[in-house]
DNA sequence: GTCCTGAAGG
DNA sequence: CCTTCAGGAC
């Protein structure tokens, strides 16, 4: 069925030259050029913003991570060089730390560079289709469609496309691409995603490919959402204190593999000492601290200063907070 | 279907 | 306060 809709594709294919055209004058006018990793093209930097940027957005990226980040493993060779301990805590709050470690692994199977194919940076732990071919068009310039779910959304609403297959929206995106200026055009139309092709209530008024865009009659219409099912859980976790050091232990938990976190315990309600609410994926957690004076396995101990670069996830560097303030 | 988080919204 | 949203790899 979609092979013969690309076919067709190919047999008549569409006029996208003025299309490209005014997309590129808009960007010109209305990009965001000043994204700190869009003024360089060197594929290392490229690669460390497209890691950060997974699931996560712009601004946190820019201003808590992107440049400390950089500041201390400054190139491939010097991230490959260090202990994960170290890399994970640089990432430490900023969530899903499997990209963490995988861009650690990546480094060290490739310390000088990165390769310059689609189907090679495919095979690197933690990089995927949108990543692989977000380097080669932003480091290398090639032409190559980049669908992330900005690009995506601009795809479905401008072809009209309802509940399309991945294939169908990549097609489709590869088809757009402007073969002159491939990296261009790519972080044009995800800044049109971003600032324009809103989710809701998108600025069609602003849209330089508003004169041709086959959905923008009922732009929602082509991206609707699902609604999601939420799970509560209580976790407990323990506090032991010793000469004002708390104990940590390694986290049993897949998702944060690697990284330090309070021991569990079970619930005695006369050592409660301060609860708080977290949530990840779909699950909304109590989170609730207890007093406790023995911990088993290996222990390393933190002071309230030395936890600050600690590889922590965010619910552990609120259990802190919570305790502080249930200190004071 | 799993992995994370802080900001924005009601 | 609680809920929703934004954002790809495996």
Redesign the pocket.
């Known amino acids: 069925m979609y092979a013969l809709e690309e076919k067709n594709l190919l047999l008549e294919p569409r006029q996208f030259e003025t299309a490209q055209k005014k997309l590129l004058e808009w960007y010109e006018v209305c990009g965001r050029h000043e994204l700190p990793w869009r003024l360089s093209e060197d594929v290392y930097h490229v690669y460390v913003s497209e890691i950060m ?5 712009v ?2 990226v820019m201003q808590e991570y992107y440049p400390q980040f950089l500041e201390k493993f400054p190139t491939l060779k010097a991230l490959s060089e260090a202990d994960e301990a170290e890399v994970l805590a640089a990432w430490s ?6 990209r963490a470690r ?1 861009l650690h692994a990546t480094a060290k199977l490739c310390p000088q560079t990165l390769p310059q194919t689609l189907d090679e940076l495919l095979k690197l ?8 071919s977000a380097i080669c068009s932003f480091a290398y310039n090639q032409q190559v469609g980049v669908v ?3 690009i995506e959304r601009v795809i479905k609403r401008f072809f009209a496309l309802s509940q399309p297959s991945v294939n169908k929206v990549n097609a489709e995106a590869g088809g757009f691409v402007n073969a002159e200026q491939p990296r261009a055009h790519n972080l044009a139309l995800m800044d049109l ?2 600032l324009v092709c ?3 209530n998108p600025k069609c008024e602003e849209c330089p490919l508003a004169f041709s865009c086959d959905g923008k009659n009922e732009p929602e219409f082509y991206t609707k ?1 699902e ?2 099912v ?1 799970e509560n859980l209580e976790l407990f976790y323990g506090v032991c204190e010793k000469n004002e050091k708390i104990a940590l232990v390694k986290s049993s ?4 593999k690697g990284m330090l976190e309070l021991p569990n315990v079970e619930p005695l309600e006369e050592d409660f000492i301060a609860a708080f ?8 957690l109590t989170v609730k601290l207890y007093k406790t004076d023995d911990v088993e396995g290996e222990v390393f101990w933190y002071n309230h200063e030395e936890i600050q670069n600690a590889p922590i ?3 552990t ?2 259990a802190f907070g919570a305790l502080q303030k249930a200190q004071r």
Do not use: E
């Open positions: 940027l997974q699931q996560t957005q601004n946190r709050g900023l969530g899903y730390y499997s995988n732990p933690g990089i995927g289709p949108y990543t692989a992330d779910t900005n995603g971003s809103l989710p809701n959402k609604k999601k939420y938990a897949r998702m944060y609410k977290h949530s990840y994926t779909k699950y909304r996830s965010s619910l560097r609120k």
